[in-house]
């Protein structure tokens, strides 16, 4: 099984940029398909972007495409998500969760989850 932790997250304004860090513990990190995740208070956990097992392959979510780039680093044990012209509208938590065979959009599609980092962009 694999162990997740997020790093990264903060208070930044409005237009500016974070790069959150996934880093993974535990075995075949290329075996698992990558997801990130955010919630905000009072709202749904939706999905953000996930990137396949070897990096070939990646999805956004229509609010962030353009915005922000995911990749990983098997040899690293390491997914990232790189977010530039950052919104208050992105404050929430970001998770990043591991799954199974190909990218998905849906909570059901990922097994291990981080505990999250906070992002809070002000205005």
């Known amino acids: 099984q694999v162990q997740l932790v997020e790093s990264g997250g903060g208070l930044v304004q409005a237009g500016g940029s974070l790069r959150l860090s996934c880093a993974a513990s535990?075995?075949?990190?290329?075996?698992?398909?990558m997801g990130w995740f955010r919630q905000a208070p009072g709202k749904e956990r939706e999905f953000v972007a996930g990137i396949s097992r070897f990096g070939a392959n990646t999805e956004y979510a229509d609010s962030v495409k353009g915005r922000f780039t995911i990749s990983r680093d098997n040899a690293k044990n390491t997914v990232y998500l790189e977010m530039n012209n950052l919104k208050p509208e992105d404050t929430a938590v970001y998770s990043c969760?591991?799954?199974?065979?190909?990218?998905?959009?849906?909570?059901?599609?990922?097994?291990?989850w981080g505990q999250g980092t906070q992002v809070t962009v002000s205005s």
């Open positions: 969760a591991a799954g199974g065979v190909r990218i998905g959009v849906t909570r059901t599609s990922y097994h291990t």
């Open positions: 535990g075995r075949a990190f290329s075996n698992y398909v």
